[in-house]
């Protein structure tokens, strides 16, 4: 039987994380394929529903990765966006779905290592946990 390859989906800020993820390849950094990159004009603009819309999309894991805080182009994106990744977390929770599945990350553009290490880690957390098999959730409840 082959091994579990999780659907792990990216918001990036084109700033920082979408730079540093195409300053990985630059560098020719190996980091797993497991990880579909949705290119963001500031984290800021994504909300809890498009969080919640990749799982039931059939992703496994999801992160979002902003500029360093402090740094945001739009001054208060990033910080927004862990607040909308919190809340995400709790509605997973709700639902019966590991919160672990989503994070939140900061980094430069100059960060290409950082952003490979980012994709190891939640691949590898991933992984562990298996698929985030969101069919669980519609099966009836017993009366
Ligand atoms: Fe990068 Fe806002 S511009 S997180």
């Not at 963001?40 to 039931?56: Q, S």
Request: glycine share 6%; proline share 5%; charged share 25%.
């Amino acid at each position: 039987m082959s091994e579990f390859e999780p659907k792990i989906v990216a918001y990036c800020c084109d700033f920082c994380a979408f730079a540093a993820a195409d300053l990985a390849g630059a560098m020719r950094l190996q980091y797993p394929p497991n990880v579909r990159i949705i290119r963001l004009p500031c984290t800021g603009k994504v909300d809890a529903i498009h969080l919640m819309k990749a799982f039931e999309q059939g992703a496994d894991g999801v992160f979002v990765a902003g500029c360093l805080e402090g740094q945001c182009h739009y001054l208060e994106g990033n910080l927004r966006a862990r607040k909308r990744v919190a809340y995400a977390k709790r509605l997973l929770a709700e639902v019966q779905i590991e919160p672990e599945r989503i994070d939140m990350f900061n980094l430069s553009s100059a960060m290409g290592g950082r952003f490979a290490e980012i994709v190891k880690e939640m691949t590898q957390r991933i992984k562990e946990m298996g698929p985030a098999n969101t069919d669980r959730r519609q099966q009836p409840v017993e009366s």
